[in-house]
């Protein structure tokens, strides 16, 4: 079983830029594909990025594509987002997951949640 544990959120201004990061503890997290995922006030949760196991393969929502960035040390057991260009809909509550085996792009195939990290832009 893995526990994940969020870090980084905070408040920051329209084009401003955050970094998340996402510890893991528990079995080995080199057997995890990772995902960054958020959730604004009365929507849905939403993936952002994900990343497999070894950090070759990554994948991006439309709406973050060119601005955020999703890395892992596999060494330091920690998952990263970095998030730049930030705007006032990148307000959310980001969840770090994991799920063993390939990437995925649904929230139901993540096995494991963080507690989620607040990042508020203002305009």
């Known amino acids: 079983q893995a526990q994940l544990v969020e870090s980084g959120g905070g408040l920051v201004q329209a084009g401003g830029s955050l970094r998340l990061s996402c510890a893991a503890s528990g079995r080995t997290f080199s057997s995890y594909a990772m995902g960054w995922f958020r959730q604004a006030p009365g929507k849905e949760r939403e993936i952002v990025a994900a990343i497999s196991m070894t950090g070759s393969a990554t994948v991006y929502a439309d709406s973050v594509k060119g601005r955020f960035s999703i890395s892992r040390d596999n060494a330091k057991n920690t998952v990263y987002l970095q998030m730049s260009s930030l705007n006032t809909e990148d307000t959310a509550v980001y969840y770090c997951?994991?799920?063993?085996?390939?990437?995925?792009?649904?929230?139901?195939?993540?096995?494991?949640w963080g507690q989620g990290t607040q990042v508020t832009v203002s305009s």
């Open positions: 997951a994991a799920k063993s085996a390939g990437i995925a792009f649904t929230a139901t195939a993540y096995e494991y």
